[in-house]
Nanobody
Framework: VQLQASGGGLVQAGGSLRVSCAAS????????MGWFRQAPGKEREFVAR???????YYADSVKGRFTIFGDNAEKTIYLQMNSLKPEDTAVYYC??????????????WGQGTLVTVSS
Protein backbone atom coordinates (compact mmCIF):
# COMPACT_ATOMS: atom_id res chain seq x y z
CA VAL A 1 0.00 0.00 0.00
CA GLN A 2 1.22 3.46 -0.89
CA LEU A 3 -0.25 6.57 0.72
CA GLN A 4 0.08 10.05 -0.77
CA ALA A 5 -0.91 12.98 1.40
CA SER A 6 -1.58 16.49 0.17
CA GLY A 7 -3.40 19.69 1.00
CA GLY A 8 -1.46 21.30 3.80
CA GLY A 9 -0.83 25.01 3.94
CA LEU A 10 -1.06 28.20 5.93
CA VAL A 11 -4.33 29.37 7.41
CA GLN A 12 -5.37 31.91 10.01
CA ALA A 13 -6.79 30.85 13.34
CA GLY A 14 -10.48 30.13 13.03
CA GLY A 15 -10.11 29.14 9.42
CA SER A 16 -10.51 25.82 7.65
CA LEU A 17 -8.31 23.50 5.68
CA ARG A 18 -8.69 20.07 4.14
CA VAL A 19 -5.94 17.52 3.74
CA SER A 20 -6.29 14.36 1.70
CA CYS A 21 -4.60 10.99 1.47
CA ALA A 22 -4.80 8.79 -1.61
CA ALA A 23 -4.19 5.07 -1.26
CA SER A 24 -2.99 2.70 -3.90
CA UNK A 25 -1.84 -0.88 -4.13
CA UNK A 26 -4.42 -2.62 -1.97
CA UNK A 27 -8.18 -2.74 -1.83
CA UNK A 28 -9.06 0.52 -0.17
CA UNK A 29 -12.31 -0.76 1.24
CA UNK A 30 -10.50 -3.16 3.54
CA UNK A 31 -8.25 -0.56 5.12
CA UNK A 32 -8.68 1.36 8.33
CA MET A 33 -7.10 4.70 7.57
CA GLY A 34 -6.45 7.76 9.63
CA TRP A 35 -4.33 10.72 10.54
CA PHE A 36 -1.61 11.53 13.02
CA ARG A 37 0.19 14.79 13.56
CA GLN A 38 3.47 15.93 15.00
CA ALA A 39 3.97 19.47 16.20
CA PRO A 40 7.44 21.00 16.50
CA GLY A 41 9.20 19.65 19.54
CA LYS A 42 6.36 17.30 20.41
CA GLU A 43 5.64 13.65 19.98
CA ARG A 44 3.43 12.36 17.24
CA GLU A 45 -0.20 12.08 18.27
CA PHE A 46 -3.28 10.39 16.94
CA VAL A 47 -5.89 12.65 15.32
CA ALA A 48 -8.64 10.57 13.71
CA ARG A 49 -9.34 7.29 11.99
CA UNK A 50 -12.01 5.86 9.77
CA UNK A 51 -13.11 2.29 9.32
CA UNK A 52 -13.98 1.13 5.84
CA UNK A 53 -17.66 1.05 6.71
CA UNK A 54 -17.57 4.72 7.63
CA UNK A 55 -17.31 4.55 11.40
CA UNK A 56 -14.99 7.24 12.75
CA TYR A 57 -13.08 8.03 15.92
CA TYR A 58 -11.40 11.25 17.00
CA ALA A 59 -8.93 12.50 19.51
CA ASP A 60 -10.58 14.68 22.12
CA SER A 61 -8.50 17.66 21.05
CA VAL A 62 -10.11 17.75 17.60
CA LYS A 63 -13.56 16.34 18.28
CA GLY A 64 -16.25 18.64 16.95
CA ARG A 65 -13.80 20.57 14.79
CA PHE A 66 -12.30 17.94 12.50
CA THR A 67 -14.12 15.48 10.27
CA ILE A 68 -12.60 12.45 8.61
CA PHE A 69 -14.38 11.02 5.60
CA GLY A 70 -13.58 8.88 2.63
CA ASP A 71 -14.28 8.30 -1.02
CA ASN A 72 -14.07 4.59 -1.70
CA ALA A 73 -14.21 5.11 -5.46
CA GLU A 74 -11.19 7.38 -5.39
CA LYS A 75 -9.45 5.42 -2.61
CA THR A 76 -8.96 8.64 -0.73
CA ILE A 77 -9.60 9.86 2.77
CA TYR A 78 -9.93 13.46 3.79
CA LEU A 79 -9.52 15.38 6.99
CA GLN A 80 -11.65 18.49 7.05
CA MET A 81 -10.30 20.83 9.72
CA ASN A 82 -12.49 23.68 10.89
CA SER A 83 -12.07 26.26 13.64
CA LEU A 84 -8.34 25.79 13.45
CA LYS A 85 -6.17 26.89 16.34
CA PRO A 86 -2.47 27.73 16.44
CA GLU A 87 -1.94 24.55 18.46
CA ASP A 88 -3.15 22.56 15.46
CA THR A 89 0.06 23.53 13.69
CA ALA A 90 1.86 20.30 12.84
CA VAL A 91 2.96 17.97 10.13
CA TYR A 92 0.00 15.74 9.41
CA TYR A 93 0.60 12.13 8.40
CA CYS A 94 -1.89 9.67 7.02
CA UNK A 95 -1.56 6.07 8.07
CA UNK A 96 -3.28 2.77 7.47
CA UNK A 97 -3.58 -0.68 8.95
CA UNK A 98 -2.33 0.27 12.39
CA UNK A 99 -1.78 -2.38 15.04
CA UNK A 100 -2.00 0.25 17.76
CA UNK A 101 -3.50 3.61 16.86
CA UNK A 102 -2.67 5.09 20.25
CA UNK A 103 1.06 4.68 19.71
CA UNK A 104 1.21 4.99 15.94
CA UNK A 105 2.28 1.43 15.34
CA UNK A 106 1.14 1.35 11.72
CA UNK A 107 1.98 -0.74 8.71
CA UNK A 108 1.66 2.04 6.17
CA TRP A 109 2.51 5.74 6.27
CA GLY A 110 2.19 8.59 3.87
CA GLN A 111 4.61 11.46 3.71
CA GLY A 112 3.69 14.38 5.93
CA THR A 113 1.93 17.53 4.90
CA LEU A 114 2.51 20.70 6.88
CA VAL A 115 -0.41 22.63 8.35
CA THR A 116 0.42 26.00 9.84
CA VAL A 117 -2.17 28.01 11.75
CA SER A 118 -1.27 31.60 12.40
CA SER A 119 -2.67 33.52 15.35
Amino acid sequence: VQLQASGGGLVQAGGSLRVSCAASGRTFSSLVMGWFRQAPGKEREFVARRWSGGLTYYADSVKGRFTIFGDNAEKTIYLQMNSLKPEDTAVYYCAASCVDWSTGMCNYWGQGTLVTVSS
